[in-house]
């Protein structure tokens, strides 16, 4: 892999969900540096606008439509992929989908359907990666998590059990490719609140419009944090200022978290405007028509850079970050005492 993550000239990557928000970041971010890269979406709205975005941006890219909760239309775009463009050097697994309301308030149906796109999603991606690259000996499968793959939110049970599925089936399967001294690279990048186009294409059972919980980046940070991990052999990267100290705050306390969540969990969730989830189309079984780009509707709140980011691609930014987890948990720790 480069080592400077901007140049990605001859490379082949993959990338799922690609059509829009950080999946369509991301695209655009490896065709500035020149990769060839198979798009993969349901929405062919989106996914023409994706390949025009990497054609712009430098790169070269082949669109196609797939569920990524189908395995065989999975390893059919990998096959596809690599017939066009040769070797898959890196694959990322970033295609989500769920339901914003109370546990019982989802059907069944529903349930199943948010975890076969977001978690055998991810898993039918590393399975057609990994048969690929492992014959090779080489590649990396970033897989996009999220602070939630460690504390789960109110209202978003499907979403969180799903990351954090993916991430106990990464280290089982991270340990399974160390033990066989395979030169295959996996990472987790676990990403905060993201400005993306879900919250106006999600299933809602809300009473108001589904919204990211602040602090809010912008789409273009995460695709950074992707670039960065598929060049880099870090084991996993954590991604803004909330994401650390979620993680952290977690691990020491998370009866705290409980009680904060359940007092601040649904209200943070939720703008003032009111929405009417049995008549908005979503996007749980089938795409909503139209390219709906890489931003959501919340540019005004949302970071353009990460400072912690930054900081995290360099030993000492490490250190400072891991200076800022020991202190929560030491605050939080204090306060469980008191």
Known sequence: MPRDSRDWRDKVVVITGASAGVGRATARAFAAGG?????????????????????????RATAIPTDVADAEQVGAAAA?????????????????????????????????????VTYLGTVHGTLAALQRMRPRDRGTIVQVGSALAYRGIPLQSAYCGAKHAIEGFTESLRSELLHEGSRVHLTMVQMPALNTPQFSLVRTRLPRHPQPVPPIYQPEVAAEAILWAAAHRRREMWVGRSTPVVIAGNRVAPWLGDRYLARTGFDSQQTDEPVDGATRPDNLFEPVPGDHGAHGQFDEQAARSSVELRL????????????????TAAALTGARRR
């Open 35 to 59: 990769a060839k890269i198979g798009l993969l979406a349901r929405g062919e709205d989106g996914l023409a606008g994706a390949c025009s975005d990497v054609e712009r941006a430098g790169g």
């Open 80 to 116: 596809a992929v690599e017939e066009r463009f040769g070797p898959i050097d890196v694959w990322v697994n970033n295609a989500m989908a769920s339901v914003f309301a109370r546990f019982w308030e989802i059907e069944p149906g529903e349930y199943r359907r948010a975890t076969e």
């Open 312 to 327: 995290s691609k360099r030993k000492r930014g490490l250190l400072a970050i891991a200076g800022l987890t020991v202190a």
